[in-house]
């Protein structure tokens, strides 16, 4: 066998404005539906259940928002952001992890 080089190169055009406004809607549609849930006075573990799902929302909300800054990111500020936005996200999903793990 001999080593060949292959180039391949890949045009990968994403419409991702529609994708994000209908995951914005089912976002708020949760947050309003826990919130107006946990005001009707649930049960104590459904409550941290509750508050468990929208910690989730919130790590999830950071890790795209930090997405978006890196692929924008420039210059010292852009990156800082960037940077700052991920180790939000991470220690936010750290901290649920270490919940889970504790609570079981």
Known sequence: MSAEDHSVTFNLELNVEQVIENIRKYET?????????????????ISQQIEKIRQLIMAIR???????????????VGWALATVGAVSAALTFGDMAYDATRTG
């Open 29 to 45: 549609l949760l947050y309003r539906s826990l919130a107006l849930a946990k005001r009707l006075g649930l049960p104590e573990d």
């Open 62 to 76: 950071l890790a795209h928002t930090s997405m978006i800054a890196l692929e924008a990111a420039s210059g010292p």
